[in-house]
Structure formats: structure tokens, C-alpha cells
């Protein structure tokens, strides 16, 4: 980072400083300024480990919801953007959190083009994702089950064990069974 | 194209809040220096621990006890536990801590600290396990917690932690510390079962209970 650049975070810090501190005395031109000021910073620190845009759109909301909520804690004689950054990696760590808590709930299927333009780079390929989902149909369902545990959601095989009452060996030699019989269906 | 009109619908989202958040402002009143509030807590357990011990009396062979460095040690051990961990709970009250993030080191390497020395006693005194799980020093241990506990909730409750799960565990580290120095104080046993089983087994059993209701309470 160049001698300019520190120049620019210097002065960036100071403004946030003052508003921050104008806002707390009941400002709302200066909160609603340094509101749509840390916006794009707020984007910018969430799309470094995030790559889903509604999920940086929601946290940004959060985020500003929280300032709003804590604004009381802050304190002018320290700088703003330690203090924000904090808040930012709470509410992203909270939203992941959630996130992961709920996955099993969260069921789509391959045909909805939203969903797909939203999380498959290649849209193209949707009509084989098709395919693929209607081989998953073929299996039994405890295999299927298993694959889809271990494969697409992510889950370890020992957490599929424990969820289905099985050993993690029969866990593992089902998604390989799964898979033999997906890869014959699919050619 | 698609793309394009949703992130302009998300602009107008993210402008309509902030012209929300904007309008709802009024303005506050500055949370107090953490050092101001673990000076006003300090004083609060330091008049309610006299209190206590000037009730259950103190220990008869207190004066013994002083001459005695492991004794001294192991009340000096949980003070300062108890002091750091108080200390650590109001500046994690505060989401950036005011750039003061060591201070949840010296209560963790006290803890240990601590555990070390009482396993090393476990090694060296004779000992048996009580069979009562309740005796005097239970419900003592309760009292000494009491204060202490709800002070330091009331003193943090208006910040905004970013640490839901430590705030607390710190917080019963803070009133187990407390507490335990307290019961040395007080309680005349040396047996080691007993000070395992009546004044050190409650403030875990606090501190499990305070970290799973403690990221409750504190969620904002």
C-alpha cells in the first residue's frame, strides 16, 4: 500500500470519525452520509469470503441495522473502522451460522432457473443437472439419501452415520454403491 | 439485463434503509469507559464479599492459613482469575473491544493455571469424593455468586458484544474465581474431595449454565 493510499484510509478514518461522532449527538444527515459512505467498504470486506451476492446484500443490511443498534458503544476518541469491521465479521460469522444450522431444510430442485442462475455458472448444463437428478430418483432411498447427504450437502460421513443409525464404513460403501450405479445410469 | 435490475432494486433496498435508519436516529448516550464500569463492579463485589464472609465468619485458622504459601497462592491464583475475567467481560461488551483483545488471554492462562494446580494437589493430598452432592458450601457457593453475577450482567447488558459465547463463560469465570476464593476463606476444610465437590464443581455447573443462556441474553 502506497504512501497515497495511507493518505486516503487516513483521511476515509476520520471522516467516519466525525460522523460517527455528529450522529451520535442526533445528526441524521451525517448518520444517513456515513450510512451510504461504509457501504461500499461493507461490500468490499464481505465479497473477500463471500461469494453469494444476496448473501453480501443481506449482511450489508444487517450490518447497517447494527450500527444503527450500537452506535451508543462507540467511542469518537478511537478509530471508526476497527470497530465496524468487528461488527461485519459477527453478523457474517451469525448469518453463516445460520445458515448451516438450517441447510437440511433448504431443498430446491435442478429445474428452477432461479435458483440455478443464481448458483450454477454455467446455466447451459442445466438440462444434464436434470439427468443427474432424475438417476438420483432411480436409487434406493437410504442410498440416495446417503449420496446426497455426503456428496452434494456436504456433510462428513461420520455425521451421516450418526443421523441414520449406520456405521461410517456401510455409509461409505453406500455413496460408492450410489455412485457405481449413477455412473452406469449416466454412461 | 436481469442482473442488472436487481442490483438496482437492492441500491433502492439498501437506500430506503439507510433513509430509515436515518430518520429513526435520536441521539445517545455514550456507553460508559469499560474501565469505569469494572472499577464500579470492583467496588460492588469488594463491599458484598466483606459482607458475606462477615456473615459466615471467617475460617478459625485463618491466621494459620495466611502463614501458608500454597494457601496464599491459590487465593491469589483465583482473584486474579476472577479480577481479569471481570475486567475481560466489560471490554467484551463492546464490538471492537477498543482494540484491547488481549485481555481474554490472562483469564484463560489463569484458568489453566488454576486447573493445573489443583490437579497437581490431586496427585500429591490423599483425597475421597464426597457422597452428599449438597452440603453448606453449596449453598455458599451460591450465595458468593449472587452479587457478583448480576452486577456484572447489569453493567455489560447495554453493550453490544460480538462475542456471545465468551462474554458469558468470562463472566462465570469472573464469579467462579470470586467465589471460590470466598469459600477458602471461609469453609475450614482442606480436604481436597470437599473443595472439589462443593466449592469448585457449582461454578462449573454456573458456568455452563450462564454461556448457554448468557448468548441468549446478550444476542442483539
Not at chain 2, 207 to 215: E, M, N, R, S
Request: glycine share 6%; hydrophobic share 45%; aromatic share 10%.
Amino acid at each position: 500500500m502506497g504512501p497515497a493510499n495511507n493518505n486516503q484510509n487516513k483521511t476515509q478514518n476520520e471522516r467516519w470519525t466525525e460522523l460517527a461522532a455528529l450522529a451520535q449527538e442526533g445528526d441524521s444527515r451525517a448518520f444517513s452520509t456515513l450510512l451510504k459512505d461504509i457501504v461500499p467498504f461493507i461490500r468490499s470486506v464481505l465479497s473477500g469470503t463471500l461469494s453469494n451476492q444476496d448473501w453480501i446484500d443481506d449482511i450489508t443490511q444487517d450490518v447497517l441495522i447494527s450500527v444503527h443498534k450500537s452506535l451508543h458503544t462507540y467511542s469518537p476518541d478511537r478509530p471508526f473502522r476497527p470497530w465496524m469491521t468487528a461488527i461485519i465479521s459477527f453478523r457474517r460469522t451469525d448469518h453463516l451460522r445460520k445458515y448451516y444450522r438450517n441447510r437440511q431444510d433448504k431443498h430446491t430442485s435442478l429445474g428452477d432457473k432461479e435458483f440455478l442462475a443464481g448458483h450454477v455458472t454455467n446455466v447451459d448444463i442445466a438440462g444434464e443437472l436434470k439427468d443427474v437428478e432424475a438417476a438420483l430418483g432411480k436409487l434406493p432411498e437410504k442410498q440416495r439419501k446417503v449420496f446426497t447427504m455426503l456428496k452434494i450437502e456436504g456433510y462428513s460421513a461420520k455425521e451421516i452415520a450418526n443421523e441414520m443409525g449406520m456405521s461410517v464404513s456401510a455409509v461409505k460403501v453406500s455413496a460408492h454403491r450410489a455412485m457405481k450405479k449413477l455412473k452406469q445410469d449416466l454412461g | 439485463m436481469k442482473t442488472m435490475s436487481k442490483a438496482t432494486g437492492n441500491n433502492k433496498d439498501m437506500d430506503d434503509l439507510i433513509a430509515k435508519l436515518a430518520g429513526q436516529l435520536e441521539p445517545v448516550k455514550r456507553f460508559p469507559h469499560p474501565l469505569k464500569l469494572a472499577l464500579i463492579w470492583l467496588g460492588i463485589v469488594a463491599i458484598y464479599m466483606g459482607f458475606v464472609i462477615a456473615i459466615l465468619g471467617v475460617r478459625a485458622d485463618i491466621a494459620t492459613q495466611l502463614q501458608s504459601s500454597e494457601y496464599l497462592f491459590e487465593i491469589a491464583l483465583s482473584l486474579s482469575l476472577s479480577l481479569s475475567a471481570g475486567f475481560a467481560v466489560l471490554w467484551l461488551c463492546i464490538p471492537d473491544m477498543r482494540g484491547q483483545k488481549w485481555m481474554i488471554m490472562p483469564p484463560i492462562v489463569l484458568l489453566l493455571a488454576l486447573m493445573v494446580w489443583i490437579a497437581l494437589r490431586t496427585t500429591f493430598d490423599t483425597f475421597h469424593i464426597p457422597q452428599n452432592f449438597w452440603n453448606h458450601c453449596s449453598s455458599e457457593s451460591l450465595l458468593f455468586a449472587v452479587v457478583p453475577s448480576i452486577s456484572i450482567f447489569l453493567l455489560s447488558w447495554k453493550g453490544k458484544t460480538t462475542h456471545h459465547w465468551l462474554l458469558p463463560f468470562m463472566t462465570a469465570l469472573a464469579v467462579g474465581g470470586m467465589g471460590y476464593a470466598g469459600l477458602r476463606a471461609t469453609c475450614l476444610s482442606e480436604d481436597l474431595g470437599h473443595i472439589l465437590m462443593y466449592h469448585t464443581a457449582p461454578y462449573f455447573i454456573f458456568a455452563f449454565l450462564a454461556t448457554l443462556l448468557g448468548q441468549r441474553l446478550y444476542r442483539w
